[in-house]
Nanobody
Framework: QVQLVESGGGLAQPGGSLRLSCAPS????????MAWHRQPPGKQRELVAL???????TYAPSVKGRFTISRDNTKNIVDLQMNSLKPEDTAVYYC??????????????WGQGTQVTVSS
């Protein structure tokens, strides 16, 4: 499967902001929906935000109004702008995308994850 690469994770203070970015490691034929998930320590992975090819977005209630997902279909990039960060946002954040390769196969692709830590 195609590998997704995340960037932008790190340490932020409560109330601060962080921007995550994700893109395929190589060229792809097409990308449908893209999403961000997160897994807090000792917890299950959860969907944070999703964006369709056309730009329709959905958010987890816990992040709605604070996080914004966006995409650039020319660059095949999906971003997650995180504002008003809280300690409970601390987690490993994963990018997911539904990708069609040049053999016309559709693949559910994931990144390796990027750590986000919110602490004073």
């Amino acid at each position: 499967q195609v590998q997704l690469v995340e960037s932008g994770g790190g340490l932020a203070q409560p109330g601060g902001s962080l921007r995550l970015s994700c893109a395929p490691s190589g060229s792809v034929f097409s990308i449908a929906a893209m999403a961000w998930h997160r897994q807090p320590p000792g917890k299950q992975r959860e969907l944070v935000a999703l964006i369709s090819r056309g730009g329709t977005t959905t958010y987890a209630p816990s992040v709605k109004g604070r996080f914004t997902i966006s995409r650039d279909n020319t660059k095949n990039i999906v971003d997650l702008q995180m504002n008003s960060l809280k300690p409970e946002d601390t987690a490993v954040y994963y990018c997911e995308a539904n990708i069609q390769d040049y053999d016309r196969r559709w693949n559910d692709c994931w990144g390796q994850g990027t750590q986000v830590t919110v602490s004073s």
